[in-house]
């Protein structure tokens, strides 16, 4: 594996660790916004209809209070994040809150919806002649965050990608010297002492190029100084075969 493939690997992998951690964050958010939400509106949909109750004990002339209070969320409609069901004296179902219509069209997945759902709350009243039943349900809300966060993580995607391409980029054009330091290095291996590096615009790779330079030409310096020291040596042993020969001391 390369080092330009590793070095980019490992900083997709902080920024995995980076997107992750940050989408901890902003999902326990949403969690507790929904939750406060939920609690909020759980809170004012029964003390509204707590009034209408107490309004209907105080005043009998308007008729069974299950009557009056079937007449009033019928007038009331749906109540966001929560669902209102009522009951008979016979727990017959006499009325049931409409579905949230917000945002209907978007569809949050799943695993999405497990992460911020809250505890389903359920509030009972005993009433005269009839139960009615308040439960939570955040569906609307739950939309309204998915909605938020999909795009929030379709921009993190993108900015994902468009930040690994340009590291990617960005590390080939400043790892590129390498190329050619090791064609020089691989010519000095071979014997081609003549092997120089050019100049870089980084400091790092120029430090390199200016020692590689000095250590080829001491090494070249050196083979060269080893050649005619060689070439002395090898005219002395020529010069002491001919005195062998002759009898004589003669060099030439």
Not at 1 to 27: C, D, H, K, P, W
Not at 164 to 174: E, I, R
Request: charged share 20%.
């Amino acid at each position: 594996m390369s080092l330009r493939l590793r070095l980019n690997l490992l900083i997709t992998a902080l920024l995995l660790i980076f997107m992750l951690v940050v989408g901890f964050f902003i999902i326990n958010d949403t969690r507790s916004s929904i939750k406060e939400s939920v609690e909020a509106a759980t809170r004012v949909t029964t003390q509204l209809l707590d009034n209408v109750i107490m309004s209907s004990y105080q005043n009998p002339e308007w008729g069974l209070t299950h009557d009056v209070l079937r007449q009033f969320l019928q007038s009331l409609g749906h109540v966001r994040n929560n669902e209102i069901l009522l009951y008979d004296s016979r727990y017959e179902l006499i009325f049931k809150s409409p579905p949230s219509k917000f945002q209907s069209a978007v569809t949050p997945p799943q695993w999405f919806i497990k992460l911020v759902q809250p505890e389903q709350e359920k509030v009972l009243r005993r009433i005269r002649f009839g139960t009615l039943l308040v439960e939570s349900h955040p569906d609307g809300a739950i939309r309204e965050a998915w909605n938020g966060f999909s795009k929030l993580l379709w921009i993190g995607l993108g900015f994902f990608i468009l930040l690994n391409a340009m590291v990617y980029w960005m590390l080939g054009l400043s790892l590129r010297p390498l190329t050619p330091i090791l064609l020089a290095i691989n010519k000095v291996e071979q014997g081609d002492l003549s092997a120089r590096l050019p100049d870089y615009n980084l400091p790092e790779f120029n430090r390199i190029a200016h020692n590689f330079n000095l250590m080829a030409e001491s090494v070249e310096s050196s083979t060269e100084e080893s050649r005619r020291l060689a070439l002395i040596v090898k005219q002395t042993a020529d010069a002491i075969m001919i005195h062998d020969l002759n009898g004589n001391i003669s060099f030439w």
